[in-house]
């Protein structure tokens, strides 16, 4: 496994995890419906800077709105993603994400970025996206991303406990000792 | 199929194509190896720009750099994707993108990104990457996109012929006309 | 006066206008107190995407922001600025931008873009921007654009009439034919 | 001055530093003739997602252009930036910037940054810019920026004295002690 460390450096990290160690965490998400999906809504007005020469939205910009949605989606849970990284030190790290565009958008349009959890382990955390025009519900996209928690140098680590609720896990279950 | 006219617009444009006719183009690319396929490199320095607060490059970015590779690589076939849009008036429209990360980039990273055709007809273009380090070769990441060709109005259309060997298809058959 | 043209092109364009052209149109601003002005909020949440490896917002976003305010001070004023471009054929091309930081942000934060109308002209428009925390005012950049009006070749015109009155200038004199 | 601490954060910092201080360091540059700088270029070729619906580049990716020449000089001059921010600990903490823009750029234009040092001290660096197309020279933007050093913790700091050279300034007088 390639390691790659910056000695002294403010930004000191040991470079994460071998491409096999992601593979073998991933598990490949099911093509079929999921009815069950909790989704999340935010607003998203098309900015001019996210628009390319062809008068529509560039395709990197939805997995910014992605991002967006997560970050909505936590705060709809109870936290703020900013402090996990901060005060937790975990950091869901991007592994995998896709988006299929089904039509475009435009400046100024007003849309909404739906972000559902579909899969979670204390480890690989897995998000859906759904891209809509706010007043028609027209869908313009879809998308997924799949995240692996690591610690703040970046290597695999698990969600602290205190998140896993907001992550539909059940308690950890602590070991009892009996008699004494 | 839901369409969008803005009258009179200097952007005017009929909204593209429904979802299901895109699915309908679209065919699932293999899983498998493609070991045939002709990979076309392009150098990157990662700029501080793509970088994010985790101190490595900003997952959308990768996208860019996709398209940054599409570019070399219809250089490096013969001919500029801006003429093909300015004056045939066709697009590569993006219907999907997908990435997976395997190891981070950092600020000043001297990287390499390929570009091969991994399928193409006179209607949709799939393309592979691969994006890795410069001096070790390291493979930090793997994507893929898939492309309609649209006329100016963004609705499919076709390569224009003088385009089908670059896309490594072979010339249209003339009908011929036999006797007079 | 460099020219480019695009012969045939559907992105045809007249390049727009000599250096100097710009810089006789263009009056400076005075660095004095501005107490009449009148600001524009919009809200802004600080994107991850936004921040760079200083763990802080890298500085070309405060542009992007500008652009944000500028679009929500047309709202404000009554009308749409894509409309301006798609309906009317007038864009309001930058011609000069400038920021001062003088605090940093940070992913998440809630932030205010503060936008005023410096001076208008119907040739020549010149915004105003501050950047504020929403919850304790604390101010962390102020900005400044001006903009030049030009027609969908890009080449200077001016403001249609009937957006005269958003940019606070009077009605245009009408020619009046006394007698018959 | 306000402060900010993020109590156990991993990306902790103090707030840097209040405007007035910002303002009292900078020292105003003079619009004159600057025959003297010592430009350094570097080549951009203008991606897609640098475009916008007006077809042009979009105006905030001039100042990432800018940054990509601050890059270019340092290698130039002999040094990484990235090494300065990692194994130094200090930051060039941009404090100002600003932008003409001359005329547009577009899709795959083959373009030059220039960047040169205009003004340095050890705890403020300034730095003028020039954007050309590589073919014809045309000028198509100017910039400037100014940059407060700081450490790693965001406070007004000094270069280390390994750096003063590349920065054209003379080295650190050191105390003589003389006799014993």
């Known amino acids: 496994m390639p390691v ?9 990290r040991t470079q994460v995890f071998a491409a096999d160690t992601i ?16 989704f999340v809504e935010t ?15 560039y395709y990197s910009n939805y997995l910014v709105w992605f991002e967006v949605g997560r ?9 703020h993603y900013a402090e996990m990284e901060s005060r937790d030190g975990r950091f869901l790290m991007v592994a995998e994400a896709s988006c299929r565009y089904k039509a475009p958008a435009h ?21 859906r996206y759904e891209v809509c025009r706010r007043n028609t519900g027209q869908l313009l ?10 610690d703040q140098n970046y290597r695999p680590s698990r969600l602290p406990d205190r998140y ?15 008699g004494d």
Chains 1, 2, 3, 4 share one sequence.
């Open 23 to 38: 593979d073998a965490m991933m598990i490949r998400m099911p093509d079929g419906a999921e009815p069950h999906l909790d």
């Open 4 to 12: 790659e460390v910056l000695q002294g450096s403010v930004h000191a």
């Open 107 to 127: 400046f100024e349009d007003d849309l909404v970025v739906r972000t559902a959890l579909a899969k979670a382990t204390d480890r690989v955390i897995r998000y």
């Open 164 to 178: 896993r609720g907001y992550f539909s896990l059940p308690p950890r279950r602590v070991p009892v000792t009996i």
């Open 43 to 57: 607003a998203i007005n098309v900015r001019y800077a996210e628009t390319d020469r062809m008068g529509i939205v």
């Open 141 to 150: 996209a879809t998308g997924q991303s799949a995240h692996v928690v690591t």
């Open 71 to 79: 970050v909505a989606w936590c705060k709809a849970k109870g936290f």
